[in-house]
């Protein structure tokens, strides 16, 4: 089975400094804290930290520059790379000094004036990525699409694995 991974910018809305987290949801705080609380439970299952989130960042550089490593062929490394900085450590992943780090971490330099120059084709890139989504119908993350079954949002591993072994073995061919 092969994974490619897609940029999908979940929410244009927020700043480019990010939103404190209190003021996802409309301000509604609670929702947020039970959203998380769903989503610790499940990464914990699987071992996964989950830190602190403060911010909720505006991912557009993050996957722009997903689609930079992606051309170097470095994008699994920086898509795990981005996922912890955010999700356990907390981190916010659309500041450019946060995400510099990351592409140190990973084997990539890229300099501001480089960043410039390629700006507008990644910029490019993550726009027909997110409308492409949105023609098939996606609009939350992750999503998995395997084979004509989807799975959206953070899901239980088990539930996951399932669709999985369904299409491998044809089970979801006879439902």
Request: hydrophobic letters at 40%.
């Amino acid at each position: 089975m092969e994974i490619e991974y897609k940029p999908f910018f979940l929410h244009p809305e927020i700043p480019e400094g990010g939103l404190p987290a209190e003021q996802l949801y409309g301000g509604n705080r609670g929702y947020f804290d039970q959203v998380k609380a769903n989503f610790t439970r499940m990464a914990e299952a699987v071992g996964l930290p989950v830190g602190d989130i403060r911010v909720i960042a505006n991912t557009r550089l993050a996957l722009m520059l997903g689609e930079y490593a992606r051309e170097q062929g470095k994008h699994e490394d920086y898509h795990r790379a981005v996922f912890r900085a955010y999700w356990a450590e907390g981190s916010n992943i659309g500041d450019w000094d946060v995400l510099q780090a990351i592409l140190t971490e990973v084997g990539l330099h890229l300099t501001p004036a480089d960043l410039a120059a390629k700006f507008q084709q990644l910029s490019h890139q993550v726009d027909d990525q997110f409308q492409a989504a949105l023609r098939q119908g996606i609009s939350g993350i992750p999503t998995f699409i395997i084979g004509d079954r989807r799975i959206v949002g953070a899901q239980p591993y088990e539930q996951i694995r399932s669709v999985v072994k369904d299409v491998l073995t044809g089970v979801g061919d006879r439902q």
